[in-house]
């Protein structure tokens, strides 16, 4: 069954300096995996998604993730947080019977 | 296009009551999934439909229990509610099931008191 790790419940970061969101996922094949994030008392926004077609994946806001088959890594970076980041982020494999399986979250604090 | 809208945004009921909460999908999109969110338990998995026909299941008691109409609209509803209940109940719509991205709504806050 498919399963995802997210290493960190919460990361710290300043802004203007590099954001990394750890996410590594269990499974015996490659799946499609998604980053979300939610903002406070709003619903889920899709970051990006991966599916197979390029192991580096752009998404909205600057965020971007390399999938790592080695490693069953896909964890989310960005260059510079912005305030506006701070929000939870969810790694999200699309799991066995192909419904969605979401990990615990990271929350992300963005420090001016 | 309009994005997903699901009402109402809020809602207060006791316990023992049942409530239905409604999901208008994206345009053309045929697939619909819901998801129960509570600090405790994080972001889980409740039901999809699609064309109308349930495809998959959480692990959820049968109170739990969902429709879905032939313009893609969805309904769930909560029978005989609990304490526990009480959550921000998200929809989410896709054009196709299966592997394919999910576009959520705003979600329903469900209080039970």
């Known amino acids: 069954a498919q399963s995802v790790t997210q290493l960190d419940s919460h990361v710290s970061v300043s802004e203007g300096t590099p954001v990394l969101l750890r996410c590594n996922y269990s499974s015996s094949y490659s799946p499609s995996l998604f980053w979300y994030v939610q903002h406070p008392n709003k619903g889920l926004q899709l970051l990006l998604k991966?599916?197979?077609?390029?192991?580096l994946v752009k998404g909205i806001n600057g965020f971007e993730a390399e999938f790592k088959k080695s490693e069953t890594s896909f964890h989310l970076t960005k260059p510079s947080a912005h305030m506006s980041d701070a929000a939870e982020y969810f790694c999200v494999p699309l799991g066995d019977g192909q419904n969605f399986v979401f990990g615990p979250g990271t929350r992300l604090s963005v420090l001016p | 296009k309009a994005g997903v809208t699901q009402t109402p945004r809020y809602l207060i009921k006791t316990r023992g009551q049942q409530v239905t909460l409604s999901c208008s999908p994206i345009s053309g999109h045929r697939s619909v999934s819901w998801y129960q969110q509570t600090p405790g338990q994080g972001l889980q998995f409740l039901f999809e439909y699609f064309s109308e026909t349930q495809r998959n299941k959480g692990n959820f008691p049968g109170r739990f229990s969902g429709r879905q109409f032939s313009n893609s609209r969805s309904e769930m509803n909560v029978s005989t509610l609990e304490l526990g209940d009480s959550a921000l109940y998200l929809c989410?719509?896709?054009?196709?099931?299966?592997?394919?991205?999910?576009?959520f709504g705003p979600g329903t806050r469900l209080t039970v008191l």
């Open positions: 989410a719509s896709s054009p196709l099931a299966g592997q394919d991205t999910q576009y």
């Open positions: 991966y599916t197979s077609a390029a192991t």
